[in-house]
């Protein structure tokens, strides 16, 4: 796809250094994610993929700058994090196994005041998502892996987020199932202007629905692009992604 002009540097991230107790995983990220874009973080297994959406969302300790929408983005405070307006449907989905999956959705919207407003984005996350609209009422616990990552997207949406970090969302999805879910993530995107940030491992896939995507290897980026431009140099994508893009 191609970048549409949106803010630039709506997502700054300057010389991003991140850890756990046991280390710091990531080494100076630096990247920009424009206002309504998609971009995708691409990389192997123990990256820092999840760490750097972790790092974004204030739950890891963080040096450098991270600045979103024209405020730097508060430290270990996820919960304040929310409130500017981003959205982190974490890898493994997190859905809330006995409660229905419109219990699920609805406790995105829990901090929303306007009863209205969170009606109208149930009946639009249930209009990108039929098939949730149907087992309203299920456990959230017995739908598919599928449906679960369609409930962890949908409630991240009820909060009317202005970025949505997605980690990835593939995971343990069959390629077409992950093609429909990626399809909905670009609808999202285009009707609402909505910013994502998508980590994946399929490359292949995600360069698809992606306009920018960076590589990250050992906590450090190591390629940066539009995703025609990855994809077009497939030595580079094959050294750094392992396969043929
Ligand atoms: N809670 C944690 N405590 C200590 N180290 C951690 C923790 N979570 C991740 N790490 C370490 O940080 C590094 C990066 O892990 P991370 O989960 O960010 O990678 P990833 O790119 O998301 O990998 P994957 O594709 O397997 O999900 C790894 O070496 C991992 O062992
Ligand atoms: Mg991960």
Redesign the pocket.
């Known amino acids: 796809m191609t970048a549409r002009t949106g803010r630039p540097g709506f997502l700054t991230v300057e010389n991003l250094r991140a850890g756990y107790r046991a280390g710091r995983v990531l080494h100076g990220v630096g990247l920009t994610v424009a206002e309504g874009e998609i971009c995708a973080i691409l990389g192997p297994n123990g990256a820092g ?2 760490s750097l959406l972790r790092a974004l969302c204030g739950m890891i300790r963080t040096e450098g700058t991270l600045r979103f929408d024209g405020a730097d983005l508060p430290r270990r405070r996820p919960e304040a994090v929310a409130r500017m307006g981003v959205a982190h449907v974490p ?1 493994g989905r997190g859905t809330f196994a006995p409660l229905t999956v419109e219990e699920n959705l609805r406790l995105g919207a829990y901090t929303r005041r306007d009863r209205a407003g969170v009606r109208d984005d149930l009946e639009r996350t249930y209009g990108y998502f039929p098939v949730l609209k149907e087992r309203r009422g299920q456990a959230a616990g017995s739908l598919s892996g599928g449906e679960q990552q369609m409930v962890a997207i949908g409630r991240a949406l009820m909060a009317r987020p202005r970025l949505v970090l997605l ?2 969302p593939s995971l343990g999805l069959a390629p077409l199932v992950t093609r429909d879910l990626f399809r909905i993530v670009r609808a999202i995107n285009e009707e609402k202007r909505t910013t994502v940030m998508l ?1 994946e491992q399929n490359a292949h896939l995600t360069l698809e629905f992606a306009h920018r995507a960076h590589v990250l290897e050992t906590g450090r980026i190591v390629l940066s692009g539009t995703a025609e431009e990855i994809r077009a140099d497939e030595r580079t994508a094959r050294a750094y992604l392992g396969i043929g893009v």
């Open positions: 993929k999840t890898e980690d990835e980590v």
